[in-house]
């Protein structure tokens, strides 16, 4: 059964980057159709999609974080990650990857609490 | 970017009723329409996707409906399970799919 996995720092000072790194269980990235992506979560709010990368290995992001955010799959770990940079409170959320088929996000993972402070 | 929109935010229910949670997109999305599941601590859970198709292993209470740009989930005789919010998500652009600010299902 496929699963996903978050892991990387839960603490990260303004101004620095984020990086966090999602592990796949049960499927292969190189042999696999689907696309693959992070979504976002501030306490107490909403969802927000941040980014990802088609099956083909083309990234794509949300207009208003671009400039600041990269996504990128590494097929010999079977990870994908997310890079990203000059990070403020607002960035403050729980952070989930997730597996998108055909544009909806069938399967997730529970999510990295990551936290911008000095 | 296609703008979606939950309202109300939150409504109360009693167990065995029959719950509608409505969302609306700002411009018409045919029926690339999904809708999740999310308890407090845990990830989203998608329940139903293209507005009415229901996901593996998910109740038959749950059923979705709509299209264009107004879309229902219903909930036929709630169950104590089935307290906690739910999300609406446009797939129509692949590229920027984006989430309404969710409807949480309180006890009455």
């Known amino acids: 059964q496929l699963q996903v996995q978050e892991s990387g720092p839960g603490l990260v000072k303004p101004s620095e980057t984020l990086s966090l790194t999602c592990t796949v269980f049960?499927?292969?990235?190189?042999?696999?159709?689907?696309?693959w992506g992070w979504v976002r979560q501030p306490p107490g709010k909403g969802l927000e999609w941040i980014g990802g990368v088609f099956y083909t290995g083309t990234a794509y992001y949300n207009p208003s974080l671009r400039g600041r955010v990269t996504t990128s799959v590494d097929m010999s770990k079977n990870q994908f990650s997310l890079r990203l940079s000059a990070v403020t409170a607002a960035d403050t959320a729980m952070y989930h990857c997730a597996r998108i088929r055909t544009a909806n996000f069938d399967t997730w993972g529970r999510g990295i609490l990551v936290t911008v402070s000095s | 970017d296609i703008q979606m929109t939950q309202s109300p935010s939150s409504l109360s229910a009693s167990i065995g009723d029959r719950v509608t949670i409505p969302c609306r997109a700002s411009?018409?999305?045919?029926?690339?329409l999904n809708w999740y599941q999310q308890k407090p601590g845990k990830a989203p859970k998608l329940l139903i996707y293209?507005?009415?198709t229901l996901q593996d292993g998910v109740p038959s209470r749950f059923s979705g409906s709509g299209s264009g740009t107004e879309f229902t989930l219903t909930i036929d005789s709630l169950q104590p399970e089935d307290f906690a919010t739910y999300y609406c998500?446009?797939?129509?652009?692949?590229?920027?799919?984006?989430f309404g600010g969710g409807t949480k299902v309180e006890v009455k």
């Open positions: 411009q018409s999305i045919s029926r690339f």
């Open positions: 998500q446009q797939s129509y652009n692949t590229g920027f799919p984006t």
């Open positions: 293209d507005a009415s």
């Open positions: 049960g499927d292969s990235l190189s042999s696999s159709t689907y696309n």
